[in-house]
């Protein structure tokens, strides 16, 4: 039944549907061993404090010199965090754990496999490879300081190792989901300029052993084709010393690591201070056009954020087993797989495969094993989890005290299985807000300090002062009832800095319906718009309700419906395509397609396959259209617009609204009858 209600339900409706949700309180056992149970928190954190307030944050690094200016803002909007301060994310992440917690696990890798077991590896072990391979890339693959590396690696230890070897050397690594295809690696190595292409051979999802050795060749001729040479592919190896795909290596450009690191053995690199504003990585995300947005994430900002609030939202103490169940080819897994939880000296569990491999028990055996305490994952699993094991957290004796939720937003009725099944009743729950563009959290409760409201997220985090402004700019206050464009009044450390080499997208795309002045230096002038939909109810929690850009979130992964499109437009038949977002009652959306036809082209279900599939090999399979609809013409405006919101509504089933003013009115009917309505 309620499953019923998600799938017909659109984004504006669920605000009204939802009502208000009674709050959960945390168990007074939590709030006694939280990081994070003083109120005067939010003083200290307050819009008058702004931005000295960071300085908590920043002293939770190493710094080789501390920052002398903790916010610049001659260049705004691209702020610039703790001036003058140099550091390292590798030292933080792992040397400076040594002297206490050399022994201490630092990464369980557990193997989709479950014959296969887990490797354990200590922050000694983490500290000796990081090193060899930071020797390897500055040795034999010529990176420095400033060189932009692609990583196109699937779940595995190496993917940390990898970016904290380039971190050491002040290297920007730019990761790529690895169910992306080869194609989506080529445009981010063209646009990065990457000269080095870092992949692994194989991985296993859903049990199946994947070839991925082949997307690095798509990846690097697609490159080259479009002018970007890439001289070294360092290909990982899932099974070190065997070969586990079955495409070959080329000569001279590709080389296994497990061959070359043998010369690196036993070498030690220092890490290079780095300015505290210079870039750590790069992450691409969807925007409104087909070409992808590389975040530039920086360093110290960025580090001290992660840090900060990996310690106060997810509750981490060193002595704690962290298992976030994202991607590290997202930001979720940079920023709370990897650098977060490293920085605070936590053990990081890093998971290969699906959750429901070999079933949906999974996941609460890896949590049972290794004695996991905090647990953190997307509505998209918790959905696919409920429905396809309801009943299996309670076979399993594990304990969680803390639980995230994360990427978009979650129905009650899944929020509450969530608390009561998985987190047996006894977990505190953050529903935490956020981008790929902000590095960390936006809103959520702080777990000791405020009541959880499922389907809310909160308020803002620590530093962050949330908005909400209709279209004419002016402010729509809490409990108005009413859903506006929410955006962040003050920058903050983890904010990413520019677009990768487009600073005017940047501003433009972020910045330009709410600047005050662009002329200003002054934050207060710069208000961040988020491009999502939000309301405030009268206790100040905010709820999110989605994109209000181009974007659909597809099981918490964005994806730009231009993208699609674009996609769709590179098979040759293909005159126009039009991309909608459908409720999914797993995925929260899903893409439909609908496509007009070249002239002297027609209609078939070979067709039909033969664009999805160029979907999945141009962008992955994730953006896989449910449906590829032929029609013989789109919906139009008289000044020749394609009408999305007349296919959007036939593909949700919905009533199409008034259609008389179109050029073309008697199509509607003709698509109506062919998605068999
Ligand atoms: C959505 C993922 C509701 C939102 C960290 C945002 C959410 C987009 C939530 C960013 C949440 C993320 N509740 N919606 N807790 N978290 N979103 O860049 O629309 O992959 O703008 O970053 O996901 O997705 P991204």
């Given amino acids: 039944m309620a499953e019923k209600e998600i799938v017909e339900t659109s984004e504006a409706e669920i605000a009204v549907h939802w009502g208000e949700e009674e709050y959960y309180h945390p168990s007074t056992e939590f709030i006694a061993q939280a990081n994070m149970a003083d109120p005067a928190v939010f003083d200290r954190f307050s819009l008058e404090n702004f931005p000295n307030c960071f300085k908590e944050y920043a002293d939770l690094l190493d710094w080789y010199e501390y920052w002398d200016t903790i916010l610049d803002t001659s260049d705004a909007p691209c702020w610039k965090w703790f001036s003058g301060g140099k550091v390292n994310a590798s030292y933080n992440c792992v040397d400076r754990h040594l002297a206490k917690n050399k022994n201490k696990t630092a990464i369980h890798f557990v193997p989709e496999l479950e014959e296969e077991k887990i490797e354990h590896i200590t922050f000694q072990e983490l500290y000796v490879r990081v090193n060899e391979f930071a020797a390897l890339l500055r040795d034999f693959a010529g990176l420095k300081a400033g060189d932009r590396v692609t990583l196109h690696m699937p779940m595995s230890a190496e993917l940390p190792i990898t970016m904290l070897a ?20 080529a445009d981010r190595i063209v646009d990065s300029q990457s000269r080095v292409l870092i992949i692994m051979d194989s991985y296993y999802r859903a049990g199946n052993l994947l070839n991925h050795k082949e997307n690095a060749d798509i990846a690097v001729d697609l490159a080259e084709k479009d002018g970007q040479k890439v001289d070294k592919v360092l290909v990982w190896q899932r099974y070190p010393g065997k070969a586990s795909s079955p495409t070959p290596m080329v000569e001279g450009r590709d080389y296994f690591v497990n061959d070359v690191l043998k010369d690196f053995y036993g070498r030690r690199i220092e890490p290079v ?13 969807s925007g409104t056009t087909g070409k992808p947005k590389g975040c530039q994430h920086s360093t110290g900002g960025y580090l001290a954020y992660a840090a900060g609030t990996s310690k106060y939202v997810q509750d981490i103490h060193p002595e704690d087993v962290y298992w976030c169940m994202a991607d590290i080819g997202w930001i979720t897994g940079h920023s709370y797989i990897v650098y977060g939880p490293l920085a605070l000296c936590a053990s990081t569990v890093i998971y290969e ?10 996941p609460w055996r890896i949590a049972q094993e290794l004695d996991v305490n905090i647990f953190h994952t997307a509505p998209t699993a918790i959905r696919a989890l409920r429905k396809i094991g309801p009943d299996e957290p309670a076979k399993y004796n594990y304990k969680f005290k803390h639980m995230t939720t994360v990427g978009e937003p979650i129905e009650p009725e899944v929020w509450k299985w969530y608390y009561n099944a998985v987190g047996k009743g006894q977990a505190a729950i953050v529903d935490t807000w956020w981008q790929t563009e902000t590095g960390g959290f936006l809103c959520s409760t702080l777990p000791a300090l405020a009541p959880m409201k499922p389907g809310s997220a909160g308020k ?11 279209d004419e700019g002016k402010e729509i206050p809490s409990g108005a009832g009413k859903a506006g464009n929410i955006c962040i009044q003050n920058p903050w450390p983890g904010g990413f800095q520019t677009i990768w080499g487009d600073r ?11 600047c005050k002045d662009p002329n200003s230096k002054d934050w207060r002038d710069w208000p961040y ?10 206790d100040g929690y905010y709820r999110i309700l989605g994109r209000i850009d181009d974007v659909i979130n597809v099981s918490g992964h964005r994806l730009g419906t231009k993208e699609i499109e674009s996609a769709a437009l590179v098979v040759e038949e293909v005159a126009e395509a039009a991309v909608v ?21 027609d209609a078939s ?11 999945s090999t141009e962008i992955g399979k994730i953006a896989k259209p449910r449906h590829v609809w032929i029609v013989k013409d789109m919906p139009k405006t008289r000044s020749g617009k394609i009408m999305r919101r007349v296919l959007g509504a036939i593909s949700n089933n919905k009533d199409v609204g008034d259609v008389t003013t179109l050029a073309n009115p008697e199509i509607v009917e003709e698509i109506k009858q062919m998605a068999g309505q």
Avoid: Q, W
């Fill in 504 to 514: 005017d997208r940047f501003v433009d795309t972020y910045y330009a319906r709410y």
């Fill in 605 to 615: 279900p070979e067709l039909e396959k033969k664009i999805s599939d160029t979907i």
């Fill in 166 to 185: 380039c971190a050491r050397l002040g290297v920007i690594h730019s990761e790529v989901f690895g169910g992306f295809s080869g194609r989506a690696s």
């Fill in 529 to 538: 718009m988020t491009g999502d939909a939000a309301v405030e109810a009268a």
């Fill in 581 to 601: 977002p459908v409720a999914h009652e797993i995925k929260g959306k899903e893409p439909d397609l609908f496509v007009s036809l070249k002239p002297g082209y």
């Fill in 273 to 285: 201070p780095m300015p505290a504003e210079d870039p750590l990585f790069l992450m691409y995300t």
């Fill in 353 to 362: 495969g699906v959750p429901n491999y070999p079933d949906p028990g999974r």
């Fill in 460 to 470: 803002g985090v620590p530093g962050i002062h949330p908005i909400i402004y209709d």
